[in-house]
C-alpha cells in the first residue's frame, strides 16, 4: 500500500526578506488574472499543437506527403516537446516559471508561423521539431504557476479549467475549419493564431506574480522560490521516488500513444473511411473536443472530492467506447455524441498536472509536471507503427489499439500514490 508522500520542507519568514509574496494573501482577482492570461496562452499553445492532428490531410495533400510522412509529423513534434519539457522545465524552476512562459510563448508563436513558409516534407521536418520544443514547455510551466495560486482542494477543478481550454481551443480549430472551407478560405489562414502569444508574452509580468519570490497557497514552501540543484531532474529518480517516476512516464506515455493511435488519425478516418465531406469533418471532431472541455471540470471535480486515482476510470470508459465509434453504423448526429462522450472520457487526465506537482517537493513543480511529456517518447512511436498497419489491415481495427493501450494506462495509474484524501 501506498501512502502520501511528505516532504518536511522550511518555510521562508516573511520577516526574513519583504520581498516575498504570500499567495494566500493575494486577491482573488489577482490571482484568476493570472490564470485567465495562462490559459489565453493555452489556447494558443492547444490550438498550435493540434494543427498536426486536425489539418494533417490538408498538410499531407499541399505537399504531396506519403500517409507515413503525414503520420511522422506528430513524431517530429513530440521528439521537440520532450526535449522542450526536459530542459524548459528545468529552465522555468531555474530562472522563473513566469520568464520561461514568456519565452515559450515566443517560441511557439515563431513556430507555428513558420508553417506558412514551409515548401516541402525536409522543412517542415524542422518547423515541427522547432514548434514541438516550445510547446513541450507549457504544460509544466503552467503546472507550476497555478499549482503555487490555487489551494491543493481546488487543483483538480483549475487543471479542468486548463484542459478545458485547451479543448476548446482544438474544438474551435474544428468548427473554424470547417467554417473556412465553407467560405472559399484557404486552410493555412488558420496558422495566423502565432501572432497571439508572441504579442501578449510581453504582458506577462502584468498579469503573472513572480513565482520566484512566491509563498504557495497551500502554505508548503521549500525554503527555496528556485531549484538550486544544476539538474532539477535529478531528484526525480533519487532513491525511493525512482520507481515511481518511470512508472508515471510510462503511464503518460500510453496515454499519449493512445491518443495519437485513435484522435491522431479520426480526421483522416472520418474523411477516407466514413466519406464525411471536408465542410462536415471539422464539426464531427469539434464535438469530441467540446465533451472533453466539459469532461476536463467534471473529472477535475470528482478528483478534488475523491482523489486524484479516481479519473482512472475515465480511461477505462473511453477504451469501451472507441471500438463503437469505428464499428457500429451511425449517422454523423450519432457520431457527434459518441465523440463527444469520448471526450468527456478521455479528459480525466487532466488532473494530472496538480496529481504529478504533488507527489515531489514544490521546488520541482515545474520539473515534475514536465513529466506528463516525457511520454511523448513511447508516443513517438505511434504513427510509426499504426500508418504502416493501416495500410495493410484498414485504419479502424489498427484505431482500436487505443483502447489497450488506455486500460494499461488506467491500471499503472490505480497503482500509484495518491495524493489528496477527503473525506466524502
Excluded at 168 to 194: C, E, K, M, P
Excluded at 222 to 242: N, R, S, W
Amino acid at each position: 500500500m501506498h501512502d502520501l508522500r511528505m516532504v518536511t520542507v522550511s518555510t521562508p519568514t516573511k520577516t526574513a526578506s519583504a520581498n516575498w509574496i504570500d499567495a494566500a494573501k493575494l486577491t482573488r482577482g489577482r490571482r484568476f488574472r493570472a490564470l485567465a492570461f495562462l490559459l489565453i496562452a493555452y489556447f494558443c499553445y492547444a490550438w498550435s499543437w493540434n494543427t498536426v492532428d486536425i489539418l494533417r490531410p490538408y498538410i499531407k495533400e499541399s505537399l504531396n506527403l506519403t500517409l507515413t510522412q503525414s503520420g511522422s509529423l506528430y513524431s517530429l513534434q513530440s521528439a521537440g516537446a520532450v526535449v522542450g519539457a526536459v530542459i524548459m522545465g528545468q529552465v522555468a524552476d531555474k530562472i522563473g516559471r513566469r520568464n520561461a512562459l514568456s519565452i515559450s510563448m515566443i517560441g511557439y508563436g515563431a513556430g507555428i508561423l513558420a508553417a506558412l513558409l514551409v515548401h516541402d516534407y525536409t522543412q517542415l521536418i524542422f518547423q515541427r521539431a522547432f514548434l514541438g520544443f516550445f510547446m513541450g514547455s507549457m504544460f509544466p510551466i503552467a503546472v507550476g504557476i497555478y499549482s503555487g495560486l490555487f489551494a491543493r482542494d481546488v487543483r483538480g477543478v483549475i487543471a479542468g479549467f486548463v484542459l478545458g481550454t485547451y479543448n476548446v481551443a482544438v474544438a474551435a480549430l474544428g468548427f473554424l475549419s470547417a467554417a473556412a472551407f465553407r467560405n472559399g478560405y484557404d486552410w493555412t489562414v488558420l496558422l495566423w493564431i502565432g501572432v497571439v502569444p508572441i504579442s501578449l508574452s510581453l504582458f506577462a509580468p502584468l498579469f503573472i506574480p513572480d513565482d520566484r519570490r512566491l509563498i504557495p497557497m497551500d502554505g508548503i514552501a521549500d525554503g527555496q522560490a528556485v531549484a538550486k540543484a544544476k539538474l532539477p531532474i535529478t531528484e526525480l529518480f533519487a532513491p525511493g521516488v525512482a520507481r515511481q517516476t518511470i512508472l508515471l512516464a510510462t503511464m503518460t506515455g500510453l496515454n499519449f500513444f493512445a491518443y495519437q493511435a485513435f484522435t491522431g488519425w479520426a480526421t483522416t478516418y472520418l474523411k477516407t473511411v466514413r466519406a464525411i465531406p471536408d465542410t462536415v469533418v471539422g464539426d464531427v471532431l469539434g464535438w469530441q473536443f467540446v465533451g472533453a472541455a466539459i469532461g476536463g471540470l467534471a473529472w477535475g471535480w470528482v478528483s478534488d472530492r475523491l482523489g486524484r486515482r479516481a479519473a482512472a476510470w475515465g480511461f477505462i470508459f473511453a477504451a469501451g467506447i472507441i471500438p463503437v465509434y469505428l464499428f457500429v453504423p451511425m449517422d454523423t448526429t450519432l457520431l457527434e455524441i459518441t465523440g463527444f462522450t469520448y471526450g468527456v472520457m478521455l479528459s480525466c487526465s487532466a488532473i494530472w498536472g496538480p496529481w504529478l506537482s504533488e507527489l515531489y517537493p514544490p521546488h520541482l513543480r515545474s520539473t515534475a509536471a514536465s513529466i506528463f511529456n516525457w511520454g511523448r517518447v513511447i508516443s513517438m512511436t505511434a504513427p510509426l507503427i499504426t500508418a504502416p498497419l493501416a495500410e495493410a489491415f484498414g485504419l479502424a481495427p489498427v484505431m482500436c489499439l487505443a483502447s489497450v493501450s488506455f486500460v494499461a494506462a488506467a491500471a499503472i495509474w490505480l497503482s500509484l500514490p495518491e495524493t489528496l484524501r477527503r473525506a466524502v
